[in-house]
């Protein structure tokens, strides 16, 4: 079908837990954008397509993921997947350390508070 035939999909995390996509197979990357808005549970629904390789891109220090649980939260699961890579298993990431959407005089306040001073505008 014309997901298996694709070399590009982009769909939303919970879409690729549906029948469609389950059914495709094995895909070479996956590549998850905003991933450190999501919950670590969120980031399992598309493993099941055994990716050789995963990308997380996203900024843990921005918007935290959702939940509205405070039982799920007493838990520890409004973590993500690539906040506890990064800072807790020590992961290596990269941090893109130059900012083009704000203005300097705006961004000082946010990279001093949480950037150490290391993005430059």
Known sequence: GLLKSSDVIFSTLSTTGNGHMRRMGYVHDLIIDEAGACTEAEVLVPLHTLPDRLLLVGD??????????????????????????MYRNKFDYTLLNIQYRMRPEISRWPVAEFYDSEVEN
């Open 60 to 85: 843990p220090k921005q918007l935290p993921a959702t939940v509205k649980s405070p039982y799920a939260t007493t838990c520890g699961l409004t973590r993500s997947l690539q906040e506890r890579l």
